[in-house]
């Protein structure tokens, strides 16, 4: 079809199924003059046929309608083509390339089934090996009291001396007592010296030479140490917790 604009005379070549059988307004691309230009009559075998083409080919959304459209003139004037997008667009259309909405509650679920995996995984470890010597923790000296198994460490029996070689020398004596009504399994005993100021200055740890006492059954223990730090004092003496 060929459309001739009233004002300026610009002549345009339009695909008749551009305009419709209804008919349609349209505006000049040189002058900007705008006119209601009557339809054709479609063949309509044609007609089937593209919308056959059409409906084989489409892959996305129908193209929403355009209320007026610009077309370019044959000869002279402005060449580019104008469509003017439609204001009911809606913004959640699906445009290329088409990308999957995310999902955030989704998301947020895995990962708080990760981070529980790797809560439960780090407390299993710590529970079987425990904390390992960099983790910046306060540790216990000793273990936990030892039910029925009693330590009895005398100071008085503590012998703290320099020998005559200039070495230190410290020795200790005292006794296991099982007080309980079961057999008991004996666990190290952990020595541990301090300085004047009740700094720790070194530690030693005694595997009781009977593993296993009896109900009512004393151990004694009798251990001395030599070429330790000449600030070492006195002792504590406890359940190793090794």
């Known amino acids: 079809m060929i459309l001739a604009c009233p004002a300026c005379d610009t002549r345009y070549a339009v695909p008749d199924s551009a305009i419709g059988a209804d008919g349609r307004t349209v505006r000049c691309a040189k002058c900007r003059h705008s006119w209601f230009q009557e339809g054709t009559e479609l063949d309509l075998k044609s007609l089937e046929e593209e919308a056959e083409q059409a409906v084989a080919a489409a892959d996305a959304a129908p193209t929403p309608h355009q209320p007026w459209h610009d077309v370019p003139p044959i000869d002279g004037g402005d060449q580019r083509e104008k469509t003017k997008p439609s204001e009911d667009r809606s913004q ?71 020998l005559p070689d200039g070495s230190e020398y410290f020795g200790v004596a005292g006794e296991i007592k099982n007080v309980g009504r079961e057999t008991k399994a004996v666990p190290p005993v952990l020595i541990v010296l301090y300085d004047s100021r009740n700094r720790k200055v070194y530690n030693w740890e005694i595997l009781p030479r009977q593993g296993r006492l009896q109900p009512g059954e004393t151990l004694s223990i009798n251990e001395a140490i030599t070429d330790l730090p000449k600030s070492a004092r006195f002792a504590e003496i406890g359940w190793s917790p090794s």
Not at 108 to 128: D, E, K, N, P, Q
Not at 148 to 160: G, H, M
Request: charged letters at 20%; a neutral charge.
């Open 92 to 162: 959640f259309s699906a445009e290329p390339p088409f990308r999957p909405r995310r999902n955030p509650l989704k998301m947020w679920g895995m990962a708080a089934s990760l981070f529980a995996l790797i809560s439960v995984g780090t407390i299993a470890a710590v529970s079987y090996a425990g904390l390992p010597d960099w983790v910046p923790v306060s540790r216990p000296t000793f273990a936990l009291n030892e039910p029925d198994l009693v330590l009895e460490f005398p100071a008085e029996q503590q012998d703290r001396r320099t």
